[in-house]
């Protein structure tokens, strides 16, 4: 078989749950893709990637997938795989550890490390994130690069020290289509008839999935029937509360391909070059959480309904990072954790870290890891190491 057009190149760091799940979405997009994925280790990267190319001849496609082992930590190695590639998109899947691994502790465990929410486990995210941005520097490479880690917090920290990735994919666009779902049912009306506009942290949207509620979290929503609004006409709380409830759906490590199917939406979206597509994404341009934006042609550009200006919209993610347990992103690349958050962290297993500079990541994430570490083994769950 011939390709009619020439395949745009996905380059994927992180073989794991999301990034092996976009590389099942992408070899089965019609064969638009060509695919290279990179992960640490070689024998379980070539296995996944397997799995990717198998399912993918199963339905009829043809696949054009290559494993490449590298660690994204190694940053001449990283470098130099980026420029061999040359990539037209690169994908951002890694982690120290994903943010569902404290859900393999015992019941108590997990409960009271969940009430710290993500913000101070951001090192965990960010510093992948930036060892593959710095990588992408020394290539020379200005390509897109979509970041499945954290993007709401990730995204505008690494902007602080030149390195942000273009933009994020999950965590908004995970909630959206369920709440269009909901607000359809609660209408009566088909969900195609339905607008509907989200802007919302992280924080926002993961509790709204988990307990039916955004809590303290705020949020920006306009729904829209053809020319006529009706968000007046909704009952926000048993909206929500919809979402674990008549609409729940699978959750954890299984319900990550929703996550992954994000991350390929945008993928998707920024390879087009006859238009572009308005979806919900995390941290475009390096913004603070979910917005509204129009995808394609390599770019990103927020989509804003009239009646909420950029400054709002911002707002609202800026308190939901609070939320979340970040105080503050400084200009010039400290991050403030909020006390509360980091205390049950402190108080858990001894790691305190009240600001950081992102430059300081590295460090701060080998004393979270050696702390947490010890703390799951204690509690009878070994940990292995996430980063692709």
């Known amino acids: 078989m011939v390709d009619q057009h020439p395949r745009a190149t996905?380059?994927?760091?992180?073989?794991g749950v999301i990034g092996g799940q976009v590389c099942d979405l992408l070899a089965r997009m019609d064969d638009r893709f060509r695919i290279v994925v990179a992960a640490r280790n070689a024998a379980r990267l070539n296995e996944r990637a397997n799995l990717t190319i198998t399912s993918a001849l199963c339905l009829g496609h043809q696949p054009d997938v290559v494993a490449v082992p590298c660690d994204v930590t190694q940053t001449d190695r990283c470098a130099a795989?980026?420029?061999?590639?040359?990539?037209?998109?690169?994908?951002?899947?890694?982690?120290?550890?994903?943010?569902?691994r404290i859900s393999q502790l015992p019941g108590e465990c997990h409960k009271r490390l969940e009430q710290a929410k993500i913000g101070p486990w951001l090192p965990n995210h960010l510093a992948t994130a930036r060892a593959l941005m710095r990588a992408m520097r020394a290539a020379g490479s200005s390509v897109p690069v979509v970041n499945a880690s954290f993007p709401d917090a990730v995204n505008p920290a690494l902007a602080t020290v030149g390195l942000a990735p273009l933009v994020g994919g999950g965590n908004i666009a995970n909630i959206v289509p369920t709440l269009t779902r909901a607000a359809a049912r609660q209408l009566g009306r088909e969900r195609t008839d339905l607008d509907l506009v989200f802007v919302a942290h992280h924080v926002a949207c993961n509790a709204i999935s988990s307990h039916g509620s955004p809590g303290t979290a705020p949020?920006?929503?306009?729904?829209?029937d053809g020319d006529r609004e009706v968000t007046d006409e909704l009952d926000h709380t048993a909206l929500f509360a919809s979402v674990t409830?008549?609409?729940?759906r699978v959750r954890g490590i299984t319900g990550q391909i929703v996550a992954a199917s994000g991350v390929a939406a945008v993928v998707s979206a920024l390879a087009r070059a006859d238009g572009d597509r308005l979806m919900h994404v995390p941290g475009p341009n390096a913004l603070p959480g979910g917005y509204p934006a129009r995808v394609g042609r390599g770019r990103v550009e927020l989509a804003l309904p009239?009646?909420?200006d950029r400054d709002d919209a911002i707002r609202v993610n800026l308190e939901g990072q609070t939320v979340e347990g970040i105080t503050e992103i400084r200009p010039d690349g400290t991050?403030?954790?909020?006390?509360?958050?980091?205390?049950?962290?402190?108080?858990a297993f001894?790691?305190?870290?009240?600001?950081?500079?992102?430059?300081?990541?590295?460090?701060?994430?080998?004393?979270?890891?050696?702390r947490y570490t010890a703390y799951a083994a204690r509690h009878g769950v070994p940990v292995e190491g996430a980063r692709a």
């Open 335 to 347: 991050i403030v954790y909020g006390e509360p958050e980091m205390a049950v962290l402190r108080e």
């Open 219 to 224: 949020y920006w929503l306009r729904v829209m």
């Open 10 to 15: 996905v380059l994927v760091f992180g073989a």
């Open 245 to 248: 409830g008549e609409f729940r």
């Open 306 to 308: 009239e009646g909420l």
């Open 81 to 100: 795989l980026i420029a061999q590639v040359d990539p037209d998109i690169v994908v951002n899947a890694t982690s120290v550890q994903t943010f569902w």
């Open 350 to 370: 001894g790691y305190d870290c009240a600001r950081m500079h992102v430059d300081e990541v590295d460090d701060w994430v080998g004393d979270l890891q050696a």
